[in-house]
């Protein structure tokens, strides 16, 4: 028996009228009275008892009643937990750098890979990120900042070289190692601690920059003619940004972490990790 003859009985017992259940339910009228026709057969019984202005139930109509809604109640119940079973969801925070040299293009391919993962992306500070995976508010976090702790994953999925950039290209003693030359023109995207410390230890003429961001686009925005600017290579590759590179000091690489807690429950974030790492440990 198809279920919808129940939805349609329960439907003509609640208007009493077959032209109204027809037109609530999208149907003929001709339609509606095949399906009760087809249920009274079923169960060998007469459900309605037709007068000439109303439509009562018969005994046995009032009888199938509670079995009625109990059977397509569980049918939408069913429905809607084979759906869900289907759909998974995933709550990601990233800090604005990672968000804007990782994840920003990371989620459209994302998207395309899991066409059932629907995704709500915030960005947060450090801080926050971690205080968020730690309290089970977010499943997973994107940062250019090394986190350590016993109840968090971390997977590298991004990296590149970090380089001195200029938007003329002339030459900019100050930015050899060892020298102390003004630092007024320095925009410093602030990427993370560890970062930080080893450009300000190792050129001294980053020390006291003009700016401070965490946003790679709006240090390039700030850029005086004659300004200099670390950047990952493969991110201003990928913008096909007009900047000159610097001869330089090594500086060391930047990665973007993922990091997910130990226990998270959401059974498709490891093959998600794996798939984000897939995306190109070189930024590509």
């Given at each position: 028996m198809d279920i919808r003859f129940l939805s349609?009985?329960?439907?003509?017992?609640?208007?009493r009228h077959f032209g109204?259940?027809?037109?609530?339910?999208?149907?003929?009228?001709a339609a509606v009275s095949a399906r009760i026709k087809l249920l009274e057969e079923f169960f060998n019984v007469k459900l309605f008892t037709r007068h000439r202005n109303?439509?009562?139930?018969?005994?046995?109509?009032?009888?199938?009643?509670?079995y009625a809604k109990q059977l397509t109640d569980t049918l939408k119940e069913a429905q809607h937990n084979v759906i869900d079973n289907k759909v998974h969801y995933l709550s990601v925070a990233s800090t604005s750098c990672a968000q804007e040299i990782y994840f920003a293009n990371a989620l459209p391919k994302l998207a395309g890979q899991y066409p059932d993962l629907h995704v709500k992306s915030d960005i947060?500070?450090?801080?926050?990120?971690?205080?968020?995976?730690?309290?089970?508010?977010?499943?997973?976090?994107?940062?250019?900042?090394?986190?350590?702790?016993?109840?968090?994953?971390?997977?590298?999925?991004?990296?590149?070289?970090?380089s001195f950039?200029?938007?003329?290209?002339?030459?900019?003693?100050?930015?050899?190692?060892?020298?102390?030359?003004?630092?007024?023109?320095y925009v410093h995207i602030e990427y993370s601690i560890a970062v930080?410390?080893?450009?300000?230890?190792?050129?001294?003429?980053?020390?006291?920059?003009?700016?401070?961001?965490?946003?790679?686009?709006?240090?390039?925005?700030?850029?005086?003619?004659?300004?200099?600017?670390?950047l990952p290579d493969a991110w201003v590759s990928e913008q096909a940004l007009q900047l000159q590179k610097l001869e330089q000091p090594e500086i060391a690489?930047?990665?973007?972490?993922?990091?997910?807690?130990?226990?998270?429950?959401?059974n498709l974030l490891p093959e998600i990790t794996k798939y984000c790492l897939g995306l190109g440990l070189t930024g590509q």
């Amino acid at each position: 028996m198809d279920i919808r003859f129940l939805s349609t009985f329960l439907e003509v017992s609640n208007t009493r009228h077959f032209g109204k259940a027809a037109e609530n339910l999208y149907l003929t009228q001709a339609a509606v009275s095949a399906r009760i026709k087809l249920l009274e057969e079923f169960f060998n019984v007469k459900l309605f008892t037709r007068h000439r202005n109303s439509i009562q139930l018969t005994p046995a109509g009032e009888l199938l009643i509670p079995y009625a809604k109990q059977l397509t109640d569980t049918l939408k119940e069913a429905q809607h937990n084979v759906i869900d079973n289907k759909v998974h969801y995933l709550s990601v925070a990233s800090t604005s750098c990672a968000q804007e040299i990782y994840f920003a293009n990371a989620l459209p391919k994302l998207a395309g890979q899991y066409p059932d993962l629907h995704v709500k992306s915030d960005i947060l500070s450090s801080d926050m990120l971690l205080r968020h995976l730690l309290e089970h508010t977010i499943d997973i976090g994107f940062s250019t900042e090394y986190f350590k702790s016993d109840e968090i994953e971390k997977l590298a999925v991004w990296q590149s070289p970090l380089s001195f950039y200029t938007a003329q290209g002339q030459r900019h003693e100050a930015f050899s190692e060892g020298e102390s030359g003004s630092s007024a023109n320095y925009v410093h995207i602030e990427y993370s601690i560890a970062v930080s410390e080893s450009v300000f230890k190792q050129v001294k003429a980053t020390r006291h920059p003009k700016l401070r961001t965490p946003s790679p686009s709006v240090g390039v925005q700030a850029l005086s003619d004659d300004g200099v600017i670390l950047l990952p290579d493969a991110w201003v590759s990928e913008q096909a940004l007009q900047l000159q590179k610097l001869e330089q000091p090594e500086i060391a690489p930047l990665n973007v972490f993922a990091y997910w807690r130990k226990d998270c429950e959401l059974n498709l974030l490891p093959e998600i990790t794996k798939y984000c790492l897939g995306l190109g440990l070189t930024g590509q």
